[in-house]
């Protein structure tokens, strides 16, 4: 059997890097996307079976790029991870057109260009796509205007690709993660924001990166081949739960 590739964006840290090391352990090569070069290099050089692509997923351009750099590499792609993102919080009032657009393009104009230009490749394996969301694009909060918004479009664009990509084999899935115990969370937490977090979540904990991939490679795999245009919530049931659990607790 031929083996499978992957094509990780946001690859050279915290989920990305989570999520290609668990598909090599299941046996895949990866292609570790990242616009981080130096971050990117010192995740690579440590890894084998990896392609380190330094590619911005939000530049036309070099998105060809990349789906050519992988497609010498090895000829083939069998599963997508779109999982490059930014995250800019602030309010309403303060987010300006030049922070929203800085978002918007990587959280989802990067997806729309990645599966667009992956497609070709992808109805040669009758291979997926995985896209990453986030809690915020299910529920709303403030702060998150940009945010959040893009990842609820980021949902909707995972039910339209399913949709019209399905007759070709193609399966596309969304993850959705909550919140996930990284550096960069655990950096900018403040012990009141990770107790408001426990409260709200019926697992009382954070997800680890871990835990998150091991969704993405699920849904990615030949387990999940009847599985499209859905969005899982990785994220201790804080979707599924409304107000009033911490009064309930005590």
């Known amino acids: 059997m031929t083996k499978k590739v ?31 070069g130096p971050e990117l290099s010192k995740a690579a050089e440590t890894r084998s079976n990896v392609l380190a692509v330094e590619r911005d997923v939000s530049d036309p351009a070099a998105v060809e790029g990349m789906v050519s750099d992988v497609m010498t ?19 309403v009032a303060d987010t300006d057109f030049a922070a929203w657009r800085r978002v918007m393009e990587t959280n989802l104009d990067g997806v729309f260009l990645c599966t667009q230009a992956c497609t070709d490749a992808l109805k040669a394996t009758r291979g997926s796509v995985v896209n990453i969301a986030s809690i915020s694009g ?12 893009s990842k609820a479009a ?61 969704a993405i490679c699920f849904l990615a795999s030949e387990k999940a081949s009847f599985v499209t245009g859905q969005i899982l919530a990785a994220d201790g049931g ?10 309930l607790r005590k």
């Open 154 to 214: 980021v949902i909707q664009l995972t039910k339209q690709h399913a949709a019209e990509l399905g007759e070709h084999g193609i399966r596309v899935n969304c993850v959705a993660p909550g919140p996930v115990r990284t550096k960069l969370a655990m950096a900018v937490h403040s012990q009141e924001i990770i107790d408001a977090y426990h409260d709200a979540l019926p697992l009382n904990r954070y997800g680890s990166e871990r835990e998150i991939a091991e």
């Open 138 to 149: 299910l529920r709303a909060s403030t702060l998150r205007v940009a945010y959040g918004t």
């Open 73 to 91: 590499w090895l000829g083939q792609i069998d599963a997508l991870i779109n999982n490059a993102g930014v995250a800019e919080f602030g309010p």
């Open 238 to 247: 804080f979707e599924a739960t409304g107000v009033g659990l911490p009064a």
């Open 6 to 36: 992957a094509v990780v964006t946001g690859a050279a840290r915290g989920i990305g890097l989570a999520t290609t090391d668990l598909f090599l352990e299941m046996g895949w090569d990866v292609a570790m996307v990242d616009r981080d």
